[in-house]
Every structure is written in structure tokens, then in C-alpha cells.
């Protein structure tokens, strides 16, 4: 799903209940609304996002939440939605027991007409009680994690992973991993640059990609495919190399072509743009914590020229090294 591909809004509903946790209902909302006011800033006849927040009951009465939200209207009003989020739930997801079943029902009926929907913590409780979940990976909150297990044995939980994905079903760990997935979403909805912006914006210090720790059904783990692991370790040690993907590939002893397919199955990208974030990353790092200057952090991780390092730090992190610099150095309270 592309801007260019999409007609009309986006539309993101964000589920209400009782016993939930506002921030995980708030942070994607202020994270979509973002993502809408870029959009608009670049084309004033983009469609951009419609955001709506829906209850069991509908209405504005009723309010949910610890800091209340009221909500739009009922989440049984026959709209499509194209993303769904779950919220987090406080303590005793046991609180929400009540709207399970009639929420269950519209959740499957949204999955079917092609929805993706995205849940935190034990709010991943109210996806798995649909039965979408069934056979399929899925992660929550540590505290409930044999709770979880114990109520919903034919899902596969994944403790060790903070995101999880099985088609368009999310799972995130943390409000902080939902955070990821929403970048993710963005991206997938309306590209890079977009989804850069929200990042950027909402959180200068998002540590790895969504690909490198989010586990997804039908693909290899990088932590499952022994070429990716020796791979990745590989490039870690040696992130200013100067040798060719191809090159890679032999010392690893596999052919360029399996080498390029099973790396991206387990990471969900090419191991030369992987190479490329990584060494973003550290230059990320270097330029947070030392006074190395822009072109000697550009040599330490592997360019030659300033100029091309500069090019390639933009458009993985959507603004130049020096500006970076300043920007989240201002944010540091050392």
C-alpha cells in the first residue's frame, strides 16, 4: 500500500475499553496525525489520514482511560477501516472481558476486508480472543506472559521478540515497541521520507530498525538463519570494509543470489542497505558522543567521501549529519 496506490484517506480506527491505558491509544494517534500534517504540508490535495476513536457503546458520554478519552462513535458502525489498534491494557486485561465477544466479531469481519490491525500489551489478549491468532506468532507484556499462555495455548508466543507479525496482524510488546510498528505502518502506507519525518520528530533516539527485532511469520528470524547471524556479525566487526556484496557472500561460502534471498527474508531488506543502516547507526552514535569531526566520523564507518556519506546519512535518518548533531545534542540533559 502506497500513497500513490491509496484513493481516499487512510482510515485508523483506535479501539476504546475499559481498564485501558491512554498512551498506547494516544502515542500512534499523535504519531498518524503527524504523518496527515506532512502529507498536507507537501500536497494540499493529499487524502492523507481520517482518525477515529470508537467504543463499545459509541457516543460521547462515556470516556476510557486513565487521562479519559472520549470517543468518536460505537466500533460497530459498518466503516472499513484500513488499521486498527488495540489499546494497552492497565493490570487486568480480565477488565475487558465484557466487549471481547462483540468486539471479537467486528475485528474478524475488519481482518477479512483486508484491515491490519495492530495490538500492545495485554491489549494482544483481544486479538488473540478473535482467533485470528491461532497458529500464529504473537507477543505481549512480560508480566502476562503465562497468563497468555495459559488462556490462549494454540497461539505461538514469542517472549524472546518485542514485535511480532503474522500477515497484517502486529503485536508489540511495549508501548515503546508500538511506536515501531506505527513507523513501520506509515512507511508501508506512505513512504519513506513521511515516515522518517514522524520519526524523527516523536523520537530522535528509535535504536534499530522494525525489521531487526520483530519476528514475522513465514520468513526466517535473522536469530533462525545461520548465514544472516554470520552475516550480520560479519559486517558489525568490520562496518568500514571495503569489499563488495558479492564478496560477502563467498567468504560466507553461499552464492550472491542465495546469500541476497535468504537475507532478506530473515531482515526484510538487502544486506547493502543493511550495511548502510548499520553504518548510519554508528555514525549516529559517533556523532551523539564524540567531537570527531563529520568527515572523520564518514572514514570510521566506511566512505571515503564526505560528500557520499553525507548523501547516504540523509536519507536513512532525513536530515545531514551536522544537523543531526545539533538537534539531538540540544536534547541530551548531561
Avoid at 115 to 143: C, E, K, M, N
Wanted: glycine share 8%; net charge positive; with cysteine.
Amino acid at each position: 500500500m502506497t500513497e500513490q496506490q491509496h484513493v481516499g484517506p487512510l482510515t485508523i480506527g483506535f479501539v476504546l475499553v475499559p481498564g485501558m491505558l491512554s498512551t498506547g491509544t494516544a502515542l500512534p494517534y499523535e504519531m498518524w496525525a503527524a504523518a496527515d500534517d506532512h502529507l498536507r504540508s507537501r500536497d494540499r490535495r493529499s487524502p492523507g489520514v481520517a482518525l477515529k476513536l470508537l467504543s463499545p457503546a459509541g457516543g460521547s458520554s462515556s470516556s476510557y482511560g486513565r487521562v479519559p478519552i472520549k470517543p468518536d462513535g460505537p466500533f460497530d458502525d459498518g466503516q472499513r477501516f484500513d488499521v486498527i489498534y488495540l489499546p494497552a491494557l492497565w493490570r487486568n486485561p480480565t477488565r475487558s472481558l465484557g466487549v471481547r465477544s462483540r468486539l471479537a466479531a467486528w475485528l474478524r469481519k475488519q481482518y477479512e476486508s483486508g484491515a491490519q490491525i495492530a495490538a500492545v500489551g495485554a491489549g494482544v489478549s483481544l486479538l488473540a480472543a478473535t482467533g485470528l491468532l491461532d497458529g500464529r506468532s504473537a507477543t505481549t507484556h512480560w508480566f502476562f506472559f503465562d497468563k497468555f499462555e495459559n488462556e490462549f495455548p494454540s497461539v505461538d508466543l514469542k517472549r524472546q521478540f518485542f514485535i511480532t507479525q503474522s500477515g497484517s496482524l502486529y503485536c508489540a510488546a511495549s508501548i515503546n515497541s508500538l511506536a515501531d510498528v506505527t513507523v513501520n505502518l506509515i512507511e508501508r502506507a506512505f513512504g519513506h521520507t513521511t515516515a522518517h519525518h514522524v520519526e524523527r520528530n516523536f523520537s530522535h533516539e528509535i535504536r534499530r530498525t522494525y525489521e531487526e527485532y520483530r519476528y514475522m511469520d513465514g520468513g526466517n528470524s535473522p536469530l533462525d538463519d545461520e548465514i544472516v547471524v554470520e552475516a550480520q556479525v560479519w559486517i558489525e566487526s568490520n562496518m568500514s570494509a571495503q569489499i563488495t556484496i558479492r564478496e560477502l557472500a563467498s567468504r560466507i561460502g553461499v552464492s550472491p543470489r542465495t546469500f541476497d534471498r535468504r537475507f532478506r527474508a530473515a531482515t526484510g531488506t538487502s544486506p547493502r542497505n543493511y550495511w548502510q543502516r548499520q553504518r548510519a547507526f554508528l555514525a549516529k552514535d559517533l556523532l551523539e558522543n564524540t567531537n570527531l569531526t563529520v568527515g572523520e566520523i564518514a572514514y570510521r564507518v566506511g566512505y571515503q567521501d564526505v560528500g557520499h556519506f553525507s548523501r547516504i546519512f540523509r536519507r536513512e535518518v532525513s536530515v545531514g549529519p551536522s544537523e543531526y548533531r545539533a538537534t539531538v545534542r540540544a536534547k541530551l540533559f548531561r
